[in-house]
């Protein structure tokens, strides 16, 4: 140390400066306290002894300053207290609290979107309960969600509390709720086999158009877009585009921040076909070729897991029905870029002997167990099949009674054991709806329709209609077991009431009847129906100037009747996704009691395909009848009239026989009758979120024959089946309110005493 240093006094007061300060904070940090005694200030509603729990400071422990202010943050974090504050006086250590108020009511402000009762179930928060702003908080981040699940991304809610006296508060939710953000666009990239347009929809997102207003599906909605992607793969995937993925979806948000841009970047790949379709198997009880019996592909269709799925369900239940058990069936693929095919070679093995020990189902609060258990092929202590599981779960969800279905298993008591786990969430499966419709044949009508899919939950369909027209009346009430016995047994109930007083015929009808039936599959696509009906069917008012045909047959009489229906539809889902075929044929017989004997016999066949990259859909619909009475002749409730539906271009009995001797005319229906309709629907270049097709069509049919053919004056009534036909142009408008259809028709072969008809509107409003 030089002698220059201790010549520096400013060296030196640094020093001591220094040295003083070290030896304040060596002591503030070696403080501690000792408390024999505790006094809590402040609270009524928690106890003495909770404060003191929270704060975790035992009587003669000792503690620094920092323990203390952590006890005071123990009982702060309990949020119980709205302040505290921790004072050491002497060997006592004073804790103030001031509670949390009590809730006197909770009100929503600002909503008028979204009512009270939609928003109040989703609050926690509850009068008479401890205010708490952490949970006040999560209730505004709630009802913020449930805006954004309506479209409004902008809305803010803001929890505010009003003082009261006894120290309670009212809270307050302050909603902004904002505007709707839209899709406003909705893109595709990637894509070449199919359009834009075709694949919007494919989607359940639509994106906006001119009639925003009208139509409510183009809200955006965040959580819809992984539902389309899912919507978009099973689409690709089903025709074949086995390598196809949804590489991204962007949604970006416009300058006006009123609406999304939405894109799809896709990946389509090659569609592959069939190739070889093969049956193996090492075990010595399988006759492969039996097997092999069982596949319905053919090579050269296009690959469908969907159809490689049905495959090995139906040779699971042939092994199934040959007493066979723990059988498993293994697809193994073969793939063939050259010729784009996929061999299949559907390996027969012995699985794991694993057994299901019990199905647990919870999440159902009104639907029955054994609603959700027969949806199960499999019960308790039978093999567990991972695929019959994925079966169960989708039918589960097919019933549509239920907002969510998560189907698990996981193991159970012991490693051979598998628990199938069901939770669901339910959701409304009545409704009440309103209708008025309009149409060139019928007028204005208005009408009522109660529905309860899931009837105290058991699984039943309640149905009441009513519904009136300017020359009609209705009642209808239907009753549905689809589980008739607990088994695959249909059974319906129905009674009805109908009266017409047809503006286009100069008498009246009266018709009140009850129906049973049973339904049941006999195939994969074809189910069978056996019904019995009777029914009182009346005429009445006819004028003296209707055909002395109809004057004769004036009256009641009672039908009782029992019939077969059966019906094969392969249009949801048959071997091809693009086309399908629908084919019925129903025979009914009267003559157990009542009035009337007779045998009535109807068929339909009808196919759809879609062309031109599915952007096209063609129709053709076959249909006819015929009553053959066995005892006496038929009446007009009987015989067979052809609907504007069934045949356009012509009036609601605008065709057939008539008694031209009569001063009215009137239709008298005939025995038999028979028609072909063919149809393209087509788009007309609007976006399709406009819901505006159009559509050609060509009709060709007839009605024809009477039992009693001497009319007014002893004039004999041509009964003969003369062809008519129509061509024409058609427009759906498929609108947020109802479905609208305008048919422009042109008859080309009528008779001159046909009654036709160039255009024809409807509509339909629900509400």
């Known amino acids: ?105 909770i009100a929503i402000e600002g909503n008028r979107r979204l009512d009270d009762e939609d928003l109040m179930p ?74 834009d347009r075709r694949l919007r929809r494919v989607l359940e997102s639509t994106q906006a158009g001119l009639l925003r207003v009208l139509i409510r599906r183009d809200t955006f909605i965040e959580d819809r877009i992984a539902f389309d992607r899912q919507l978009l793969t099973d689409f690709y995937q089903d025709r074949g585009y086995v390598d196809f993925a949804v590489l991204s979806v962007t949604s970006e948000l416009a300058r006006d921040r009123g609406g999304y841009f939405v894109t799809f970047n896709i990946r389509e790949g090659q569609s592959y076909d069939f190739g070889a379709l093969t049956v193996t198997s090492d075990l010595p009880e399988i006759d492969t070729a039996a097997y092999a019996d069982t596949i319905r592909v053919r090579e050269g269709t296009t ?34 870029d050259a010729t784009l095919t996929l061999d299949i070679e559907f390996v027969i093995s012995r699985g794991e002997r694993v057994f299901v020990e019990r199905i647990d189902i919870e999440g159902n609060a009104t639907t029955l167990d054994r609603v959700i258990r027969r949806q199960f092929d499999t019960v308790e202590g039978d093999p567990f099949d991972p695929r019959a599981i994925r079966q169960a779960s989708e039918r589960i969800r097919a019933l ?53 899919r899931n009837f105290l939950g058991r699984g039943q369909t309640v149905r009441l209609s009513f519904n009136t027209a300017a020359d009609s009346q209705a009642f209808r009430f239907e009753f549905v077991e689809p589980a008739f016995l607990r088994r695959d047994l249909e059974l319906g109930l129905q009674a009805y009431y109908r009266e017409t007083n047809n503006e286009n015929a100069d008498y009246d009808t009266r018709n009140i009847g009850l129906g049973a039936s049973i339904g049941f599959p006999i195939s994969e696509y074809g189910r069978a129906r056996l019904f019995y009906s009777i029914s009182e069917d009346t005429i009445e008012n006819v004028t003296a100037a209707s055909s002395e045909i109809l004057q004769r047959e004036e009256g009641s009489l009672i039908t009782s009747a029992v019939g077969y229906n059966l019906s094969y539809d392969t249009r949801d889902g048959g071997l091809d996704p693009n086309s399908g075929v629908l084919l019925s044929f129903e025979q009914e017989f009267a003559g157990l009691g009542g009035d009337n004997q007779y045998v009535r016999t109807t068929a339909m066949a009808q196919g759809v395909t879609s062309v031109a990259r599915e952007e096209v859909t063609l129709r053709a619909t076959i249909e006819g009848g015929a009553i053959n009475f066995l005892d006496g002749g038929s009446r007009v409730p009987d015989r067979f009239f052809l609907s504007s539906r069934q045949m356009r271009g012509f009036e609601p009995l605008g065709l057939g026989p008539r008694d031209l001797a009569a001063a009215n005319q009137d239709a008298l229906g005939g025995n038999y009758y028979a028609v072909a309709r063919f149809e ?62 305008f048919n422009f028709t042109h008859p080309v072969d009528t008779q001159p005493y046909d009654r036709t008809r160039e255009f024809d509107f409807t509509v339909e409003a629900r509400f």
């Open 400 to 452: 549509n009674y239920f907002s969510n279905v998560d189907v698990q298993g996981r193991e159970g008591s012991a490693p051979n054991q598998v628990i199938v786990d069901v939770d669901v969430e339910e959701e409304p499966t009545g409704s009440l709806g309103f209708s008025v419709s309009y149409s060139t044949d019928t007028g204005t009508g208005l009408g009522v329709d109660f529905a309860e």
């Open 680 to 741: 393209a629907a087509f788009p007309l270049g609007l976006p399709d979120e406009y819901g505006i097709t159009g559509g050609l069509f060509v009709d060709v049919g007839t009605v024809w024959g009477l039992d009693d053919v001497v009319g007014t004056g002893g004039a004999i009534v041509d009964d003969d089946a003369h062809i008519r036909s129509s061509v024409g142009f058609s427009i759906f408008w498929d609108t947020v309110i109802g479905p609208l259809r």
């Open 1 to 105: 140390m030089t002698r220059h240093a201790f010549r520096r006094p400013a060296v030196w007061l640094f020093a001591w400066v220094f040295m003083a300060v070290a030896l304040v904070a060596s002591g503030s940090s070696a403080q501690s306290f000792r408390f024999t005694s505790f006094d809590v200030v402040g609270n009524v509603r928690v106890d003495d002894a909770s404060v003191l729990t929270y704060a975790g400071i035992a009587p003669g422990q000792t503690v620094s300053a920092a323990e203390i202010n952590d006890a005071r943050q123990r009982v702060q974090n309990s949020g119980l207290f709205e302040t505290v504050e921790v004072s050491p006086q002497g060997s006592t250590l004073v804790i103030t609290v001031q509670e949390y108020p009590t809730i006197n009511q």
């Open 122 to 195: 989703l609050l926690t928060s509850q009068p008479r309960r401890v205010y708490s702003p952490a949970v006040a908080e999560q209730d505004a981040a709630a009802i913020i969600d449930a805006y954004r699940t309506s479209g409004r991304l902008a809305a803010t809610v803001e929890p505010a509390i009003i003082r009261r006296s006894d120290n309670r508060v009212d809270l307050v939710f302050q909603v902004t709720e904002g505007r709707v953000v839209e899709t406003q666009q909705i893109a595709f990239n990637g894509n070449r086999a199919y359009s």
């Open 303 to 336: 690959y469908s897991p969907r159809l490689v799925d049905s495959t090995i369900s139906r040779m699971e239940t042939l092994a199934t029905e040959q007493g066979l058990r723990f059988i498993r069936v293994e697809p193994r693929v073969t793939r063939n």
